[in-house]
């Protein structure tokens, strides 16, 4: 295993558009983490899962955005209705349980809203 | 409110010199502190780990302090290079939750 992949690396999109985004974490990586990160700043949470379910999501993050990780392997992040502010790198972690708490970051997928 | 801060500046070094990046943090208490490193374009990388009852962490050229007391972590890079020119992230996760949040990053350039 490589490690954590994205797909796509880039997207350019209209304002109004339906995006939809994937990470493939470390195979034996249970816990996985969406990021946001605009220029000059860190990555911002966005939610994360342990296995399939969905433990923890940012209350920053309105209703146009959605994840899933249908079988506890890889995961989409859709956003709806895209806005300008919506350009940004979304980057994917993932982790293992059991005390070992560093992440490890997907390339990212770099979107711009036009 | 809860903050993470990171120095905003850059931090322009000359080869061979220890580099020193801080970390403070209000109204957290995390049970331990992480350091990533990301170069431009790329996802972040772990480098350190610290936990709230260790004082100090060591790795080959790194070493990591952490005072819960000042609410601050100290980073440096002891001998540093030119390669280690990058942005520095500080993280740490809430208790009580599995969000982590990282600070904005200090920019290092290590001259030759």
């Known amino acids: 295993d490589t490690g954590v992949s994205q797909d796509p690396r880039h997207k350019i999109t209209k304002r109004g558009q339906n995006v939809t985004f994937r990470c493939d974490p470390i195979s034996e990586h249970n816990r996985l983490y969406w990021y946001r990160q605009t220029l000059g700043q860190g990555p911002e949470f966005l939610t994360y899962?342990?296995?399939?379910?969905?433990?923890?999501k940012s209350r920053l993050l309105s209703d146009r955005f959605s994840a899933e990780r249908p079988k506890g392997s890889f995961s989409t992040l859709e956003i709806q209705r895209t806005e300008q502010g919506d350009s940004a790198m979304y980057l994917c972690a993932s982790s293992l349980t059991g005390g070992s708490y560093e992440q490890y970051f997907g390339p990212g997928t770099r979107l711009t809203v036009t | 409110s809860q903050k993470i801060e990171q120095n905003s500046e850059a931090l322009n070094i000359q080869e061979g010199k220890t580099a020193t990046l801080t970390c403070n943090y209000t109204n957290y208490s995390p049970a331990y502190l992480q350091w990533y490193r990301q170069d431009p374009g790329r996802g972040p990388v772990f480098l350190l780990l610290i936990r709230e009852n260790e004082k100090e962490k060591r790795k080959e050229r790194l070493k990591v302090t952490f005072d819960t007391t000042l609410k601050q972590s100290l980073f440096h890079i002891t001998a540093s290079q030119p390669a280690d020119s990058a942005t520095y992230l500080c993280a740490l996760r809430d208790t009580g939750g599995f969000k982590t949040i990282f600070g904005a990053g200090t920019r290092l350039f290590v001259k030759a």
């Open positions: 899962f342990q296995n399939e379910a969905q433990l923890e």
